[in-house]
């Protein structure tokens, strides 16, 4: 039939896990059909996620850290802010990844089809373009859909004043009073832009704090700038009612320590957490099982149906680019008969702001929770010589160690660059480092990441840049 193709294997949505799997499968071999709604490739991450959010965040860092400079003899003028050339910028960044991507997928000839997937049976797609409908047949399928921000119940997400992480990206304008709904990863960086592009700043967050998951000493730094920069910072409350008005503004009601106050926004973030995007795969007609619509997946990234893997976003949390690339690699290794398992002892969480906050495997949070037994070593920045240089000596790196056998079992890093420095930590316990291991690598001076194996000799005490008394 004219409209019937065949992939060995086929992959839904081309974000960083659904390419990383198709190029994998490519490489190894395979005739591979990689197929995404948008036009363009690259997910979320590259068109309306990870990239954009930094291009942006780069910025209005160097913003702030020009004004910093006044405090070092240096005084610019207040910043002049073309918003149509920061979007065309971000814009660029996100053109120049999205050509890059397709030119990989020509070279290693996957085929690309732009469309809306849906499943016929367990080895049958229909694929809506704008031209035709198209029966795809497969072998194997790794589906890579990935996720859409959630919205709060009784809002209008079509709402002009409303913005969803996607829209805020837009910059479309720079809304004198923002509410950013949710104090979580995405609303504080997008948060901080707005903020520093000129904006007053509210952040309401249900919960007690603010990054729920990361401990409470690595986000200090963050929360006292935080604090400075934005108008107001409301935790354990909750937003009840958002009626927009005839001009566009927004009455939103917040409901704090039993009381309920209504103020007027120019636009509300929201940022509440995100949904798989099961919903448009017509996954029924699979015999795939669901857990509140994401895709449970072995270790091999298989579903309960042997020929059908899942990866990324749509397998839950936490949804995160490198884990979405590394579990498609595995799928891709899987699906053409290598021996491959996603068996990682960590996966990095990073918040881009400024200051960043990075930390990966074990916290001290779920240390107690699950009275696991640790020993921590702390390097304050304070006694950092290029901490000290570039006015980030509120930063911090502490790793918790395994009293017994001394390996690193966890690290939380707060201060510029940590979102790099972590990539240390990861090797380290990927590779079973124990402490010694990285008190006696060299590390360059002066760098920040020299505080990494600062933390580890506070933990053999062996450290000259501090004095600790001993116990
Ligand atoms: P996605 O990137 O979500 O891609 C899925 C693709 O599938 C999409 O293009 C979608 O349109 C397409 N699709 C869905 N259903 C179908 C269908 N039925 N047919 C065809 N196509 C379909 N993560 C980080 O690690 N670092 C960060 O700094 C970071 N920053 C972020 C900032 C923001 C504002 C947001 C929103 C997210 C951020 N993330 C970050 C998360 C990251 O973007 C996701 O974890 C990652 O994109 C997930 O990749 P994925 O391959 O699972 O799917």
């Known amino acids: 039939m004219k409209n019937n193709i065949h992939g060995d ?3 839904i949505g081309a974000g960083p896990g659904g390419y990383a799997a198709a190029f994998r499968a ?7 059909i990689l197929i995404d709604r948008d036009s363009e490739l690259g997910g979320v991450c590259l068109n309306r996620g990870c990239i954009p959010s930094k291009a942006l965040l780069h910025i209005t860092k160097v913003m702030d850290d020009a004004a910093s400079l006044s405090r070092m003899g240096v005084t610019y003028d207040k910043p002049k802010i073309d918003i149509n050339a920061i979007r065309a910028h971000k814009d660029s960044i996100v053109k120049q990844l999205n050509t ?5 997928a020509k070279a290693r ?20 373009t704008n031209k035709e409908d198209i029966v795809v047949t497969f072998d194997k399928c790794i ?7 959630t919205m709060i119940p009784g809002v209008d997400p079509d709402h002009p004043s409303i913005l969803t992480s996607r829209t805020a990206l837009d910059l479309v304008d720079i809304p004198k009073d923002l509410l950013v709904i949710g104090g979580g990863v995405i609303g504080l960086e997008l948060g901080q832009v707005y903020a520093t592009l000129g904006s007053n700043v509210s952040v309401v ?4 704090n603010l990054i729920p998951g990361a401990d409470k000493d690595i986000l200090r730094p963050l929360l006292r700038k935080l604090k400075k920069q934005f108008k107001s910072i409301m935790t354990s409350s909750k937003v009840t009612k958002v009626e927009p008005h005839k001009n566009g503004k927004l009455d939103i009601s917040i409901e704090s320590n039993g009381k309920t106050e209504t103020k007027t926004f120019d636009k509300a973030l929201v940022a509440v957490g995100r949904k798989p995007n099961t919903d448009l795969l017509n996954i029924e007609s699979t015999d795939i099982k669901t857990n509140n619509g994401f895709l449970d997946v072995d270790v091999y990234q298989k579903t309960n149906v042997e020929n059908i893997f899942a990866i990324g976003d749509i397998c839950g949390n936490p949804m995160l680019a490198h884990r979405a690339t590394h579990q498609g690699k595995v799928a891709a290794e899987v699906a053409c008969g290598h021996s491959a398992a996603f068996d990682v002892c960590a996966i990095p969480s990073v918040v881009y702001t400024d200051p960043e906050v990075a930390w990966a495997g074990l916290t001290e949070l779920e240390a107690k929770e699950k009275e696991i037994s640790f020993e921590k070593a702390e390097f304050p920045w304070a006694a950092s010589g290029r901490a000290i240089a570039i006015g980030a000596n509120q930063g911090k790196t502490k790793l918790l160690i395994d009293p017994e056998t001394k390996q690193i079992l966890g690290v939380g890093i707060v201060g510029p660059g940590a979102g790099d420095i972590i990539s240390e930590g990861m090797l380290a316990m990927e590779m079973g480092s124990d402490a010694e291991d990285v008190s006696l690598t060299v590390h360059p001076h002066p760098t920040l990441g020299e505080t990494f194996g600062m933390a580890a000799e506070v933990f053999e005490g062996t450290i000259t840049d501090l004095y600790v008394p001993k116990k």
């Open 205 to 208: 967050e249900f919960l007690p």
């Open 109 to 128: 000839k996957v085929k690309t089809i732009n469309g809306l997937a849906r499943f016929i049976s367990n080895d049958q797609l229909s694929v809506k």
């Open 143 to 149: 589906i890579a859909s990935g996720s859409s921000s």
């Open 26 to 32: 490519a490489d190894l071999g395979k005739n591979v």
């Open 9 to 11: 294997i086929v992959v």
């Open 100 to 104: 890059g991507i397709a030119q990989m």
